[in-house]
């Protein structure tokens, strides 16, 4: 019923920039948290950032804070994830979440109830 669809994944020079979009279809009446994981090869998968649908409020991990800025767009239920300053280190399959109840942390995948196919960035060193 409830679709998330990535898409921007590319391969970038290190020090540059690039923007992913996740775009959200169908009938969403409990939506409460939208949030971006990444797993690189050999690597568990981390929290990146994650954004309150209601109110707007915004969570990073420390790895990407103040490089990395995450925001949405209610009309288009879409949710962006603005990378500056990249590098070797941010070179990952990045995946929305989206979580529809409150929980004791937002940062923790197993909240989730929806995921979307994931897209490649790619940031050479």
């Known amino acids: 019923q409830v679709q998330l669809v990535e898409s921007g994944g590319g391969l970038v020079q290190a020090g540059g920039s690039h923007r992913l979009s996740c775009a959200a279809s169908?009938?969403?009446?409990?939506?409460?948290?939208m949030a971006w994981f990444r797993q690189a090869p050999g690597k568990e998968r981390e929290f990146v950032a994650a954004?309150?649908?209601?109110?707007?409020?915004?969570y990073y991990a420390g790895s990407v804070k103040g490089r990395f800025a995450i925001s949405r767009d209610n009309a288009k239920n879409t949710v962006y994830l603005q990378m500056n300053s990249l590098g070797h280190e941010d070179t990952a399959d990045y995946c929305c979440?989206?979580?529809?109840?409150?929980?004791?942390?937002?940062?923790?995948?197993?909240?989730?109830?929806?995921w979307g196919q994931g897209t490649q960035v790619t940031a050479s060193s």
């Open positions: 979440a989206e979580r529809l109840y409150g929980g004791t942390d937002l940062g923790l995948a197993t909240e989730y109830n929806y």
């Open positions: 169908g009938r969403t009446f409990s939506r409460y948290t």
């Open positions: 954004i309150s649908w209601g109110r707007g409020s915004t």
